[in-house]
């Protein structure tokens, strides 16, 4: 029995409040974590350094800069992405070409 008037089965009270905020957190956690990991790889291909090290490297950018670590994740690996086409339109119009003057392939019997 609880002698604090709280009760944890129904949700109420302060500890209710902890888990609903724990909860919270784990959950922004596990949805920045794939982006940490890619900037890691980033950086271990380009250093050739552990997954520690490039851990360690992301964290004193995160420190030094007063920027969380998962921005500084984020930055690093939108620099890794090539730029798109300036034109996309123009992109899908040649692969439209490209498909009309492909060579009709006969279509298999059944």
Known sequence: ???DGQHPADGTGEGAED???LVAQLRQ???TQPVIEQ?????MLARACTADEAFAALREVSQRTNVKLHDVAAALV???RPAPPHDPS???????AAVR???ARPRPRR
Do not use: F, I, Q
């Open 90 to 96: 123009a992109v899908l119009r040649a692969v439209a």
């Open 1 to 3: 029995m609880h002698n």
């Open 78 to 80: 939108t620099l890794t």
């Open 29 to 31: 956690a596990l949805a």
């Open 101 to 103: 003057a492909a060579p």
């Open 39 to 43: 900037a890691k790889g980033v950086l």
């Open 19 to 21: 888990l609903r905020e």
